[in-house]
């Protein structure tokens, strides 16, 4: 989404908590940009996103946080960053099911991308809206 101050907000200017004060962030990494969706390293029938501002870095969970981490070349990285095309399972869209947990989604929850269950109890967004099949 792009607003009116989009091009204001960056690393250097962001502010180090979210406007919950619970959520404060020692570090900040701006995952807004481009995202190419290139075969999945661990299945060639799912994906894996990939910076298109710096390549060889994708999108990969660890302990439920999804963040951007450079291809490191292990099957471990392979497997956390490959994620599955499905049917949105809040009815529209392409929902992104993880390879290594399968009934876990990329889901976004306070400024936040997330590993989580589509029950509802762990994290109440899905991502589907921003996934369009090309």
Known sequence: MITPWTH?????????????????????????????????????????????????????????????????????FAEDATWCGVPGQGGYGVSLRSYTCPDKFLRHYGSALRLAGMDGTNVPHDTARAVRRM
């Open 8 to 76: 204001e907000v960056g690393p250097g200017n962001a502010p180090p908590e979210s406007p919950r004060p619970q959520m404060v962030r020692e570090d900040w990494l701006n995952l807004n940009g481009t995202w190419r969706f290139v075969p999945g390293p661990s299945d060639d029938r799912c994906c894996a996103p990939e910076s298109v501002e710096r390549p060889g870095h994708y999108l990969r969970h660890h302990e439920s946080r999804v963040s951007e981490a450079e291809n490191d070349g292990s099957d471990l």
